[in-house]
């Protein structure tokens, strides 16, 4: 059973950090690219960062040079490191797995609730 989870969310004032991370079981990590993703209250669901298998990684512009997406395949784990978090940034948080060769399928995880207030 393939399994992503979440963890890490949580309330955080304006210019703190968080890290998020995802876990993935019954899957080969490591043949995947992983992406997170952000769904506000009321909006879709929107992309946020992805990194491939052989660690290059990519940004929405609203992300660039605050938050960082990492992966540590010996943990089965991506990562979000989100630092100088906005107001803006509140949302629930959810990871994905797509594998990089067919049939490529897609796994999510629950979401992880992040909340940027003062």
């Known amino acids: 059973q393939v399994q992503l989870v979440e963890s890490g969310g949580g309330l955080v004032q304006p210019g703190e950090s968080l890290r998020l991370s995802c876990a993935a079981s019954g899957i080969i990590f490591s043949n995947h690219t992983e992406y997170w993703y952000l769904q506000a209250p009321g909006r879709q669901r929107e992309w946020v960062a992805t990194?491939?298998?052989?660690?290059?990684?990519a940004y929405v512009e609203a992300a660039k040079g605050r938050f960082t997406i990492s992966r540590d395949n010996a943990k089965n784990t991506v990562y979000l490191q989100m630092n100088s978090l906005k107001p803006e940034d509140t949302a629930v948080y959810y990871c994905r797995a797509r594998e990089t060769i067919p049939p490529r399928r897609d796994y999510w995880g629950q979401g992880t609730q992040v909340t940027v207030s003062s």
């Open positions: 990194i491939t298998r052989d660690g290059k990684t």
